[in-house]
């Protein structure tokens, strides 16, 4: 399944496998920066090396913690958490392989994280989808590179909604080998495992992604022309065209998270999630005020709304196989958006 602060990010981020040594083997020298004599010049180039050698490994670092995270701003804190402790390292013995490092930080971090996080969303009002990320238009074509995460299948909602399903542990090694190819040894040391262990783990949740996660197609024309269907269907209000693109079995899942109107159990079948959505058109939305945008959405297209007066805005993101939509997961509590500029939409 694997093939990636509050801007969305589709820089191309290869996961390979480098046989990176464990945090353990790390003291070996890796050069002193040269100074030119005057009093804490070593300390200042130190530092900016440091600098440097972080921001090389940013957007791998935020890409880990989303996809183990699920959020934007947990992402955005547990590298920032990794950062402060990157930068209180001693100089000496410098770090031989910082990117190894700094992954294994950054995920023991999330790790961590996801405890508590699993917790609260336990408790948290209708479903819970992880917070989305938006591409350049889709009528623009490609988007261009920027500057935190691929927009790929790994982040796909679809995705991250079975991932949600895991065990803290599961989704960390299920992330970080499957994913980005990181060796068992140290994600062993992420989660506080042996590396046998975490071999059993990540193919554990290897075995039941594959079984949980949707039949869904790889061909990205399809997938846009099936969306594109089901916007106009829904924007002429036309009930037997919304039939024809949805599957007989479609599931529809809200996210309000008790913040704005929302379903708060998925809503099952091709004949009530029309009826669902042609209503919300209807009751809930001012078609004067509004305004819809074809966008990528966790690497898929998708849809983005948002009410120029500043009342309401979701994202809505789809699942297609056959040409038929599956699940559409629509994102609509404001504190999930917050991290999206409406305005430039």
């Not at 930080?105 to 609260?120: E, N, P, T």
């Amino acid at each position: 399944m694997a093939a990636e602060t509050r801007q969305t990010a589709e820089t191309h981020e290869t996961a390979q496998t480098d046989d990176m040594p464990g945090t353990d083997d790390m003291p070996e020298t890796d050069g002193t920066p040269e100074t030119d004599g005057t009093p804490g010049a070593d300390r200042i180039t130190g530092a900016d090396d440091r600098l440097a050698r972080f921001e090389e490994q940013r957007t791998r670092l935020w890409a880990v913690a989303y996809r183990i995270m699920g959020t934007v701003t947990d992402a955005d804190d547990a590298v920032q958490e990794t950062w402060l402790r990157w930068q209180a390292l001693p100089d000496d013995p410098p770090v031989a392989n910082p990117r190894g490092y700094l992954t294994t930080v950054v995920s023991r971090i999330c790790y961590d994280l996801l405890g508590s996080a699993r917790a609260r969303r336990e408790m948290y009002v209708g479903p819970w989808l992880p917070e989305p990320l938006l591409g350049a238009p889709t009528a623009a074509g490609p988007a261009a590179p920027e500057d935190r995460v691929t927009l790929d299948e790994s982040v796909g909602m679809a995705l991250m909604t079975v991932l949600e399903r895991l065990t803290p542990a599961e989704r960390t090694a299920f992330v970080l080998h499957d994913v980005f190819a990181v060796p068992f040894p140290e994600i062993a040391e992420a989660v506080g495992r042996t590396p046998e262990s975490v071999r059993q783990l990540a193919s554990r949740a290897r075995k039941r992604v594959r079984a949980e996660a949707p039949r869904r197609t790889v061909d990205r024309a399809e997938h846009q022309r099936t969306v594109e269907a089901f916007l106009s269907a829904v924007m002429g209000g036309d009930f037997a065209a919304l039939l024809n693109v949805l599957d007989p079995e479609v599931v529809w899942r809200s996210d309000g998270g008790g913040k704005v109107s929302s379903a708060r159990r998925p809503v099952l079948g091709r004949d009530k999630v029309a009826r669902f959505v042609l209503g919300l058109i209807t009751r809930s939305i001012d078609a004067s005020t509004t305004r819809f945008t074809v966008r990528d959405v966790n690497g898929a297209t998708g849809l983005v709304y948002f009410d120029t007066a500043g009342r309401q805005a979701g994202v809505l993101a789809f699942t297609v196989d056959g040409g038929r939509i599956t699940e559409v997961d629509a994102v609509t509590n404001p504190d999930k958006l917050g991290h999206l500029d409406f305005d430039s939409l």
